[in-house]
């Protein structure tokens, strides 16, 4: 079977009445139509930005820490039950242990971003 690629003008066309989520994944396999892409205004009916979560026409996007331990090392059960509800929901350091807002120590290249909540 023989394929061709979208023109730009058709690309354009097909990304301006996609599913914004769909978009998202497609770009991000496909960075070489992320120019094109990013042209293209995106068309959303639903926009819902928490501390932690984006939902974007119902589908939730999660922010957190997931952990991945190495074959046959022990996973503790509440690091087992973080992962299974999308990864921790605080910074952590090197070592694993939680920072708390406030008491974090800056690494070379690191930002502060103080917790609006403090």
């Not at 979208?6 to 139509?33: A, G």
């Not at 979560?53 to 820490?65: E, F, S």
């Amino acid at each position: 079977m023989n394929t061709f690629p979208l023109q730009y003008q058709s690309l354009k066309s097909v990304l301006l009445y996609m599913d914004p989520n769909v978009r998202f994944k497609i770009s991000h396999r496909f960075p070489s139509i992320s120019s094109t892409e990013k042209v293209v205004p995106l068309r959303i009916e639903e926009l819902d930005l928490g501390d932690l979560t984006t939902t974007v026409n119902q589908t939730t996007y999660k922010l957190g820490i997931y952990r991945k331990y190495k074959k046959g090392e022990k996973i503790t059960f509440r690091t087992q039950r973080y992962n299974e509800f999308g990864g921790f929901p605080r910074d952590l350091d090197r070592f694993g242990f939680e920072i708390f807002p406030g008491h974090n120590v800056l690494d070379p290249g690191d930002v502060s971003l103080p917790c609006p909540y403090n």
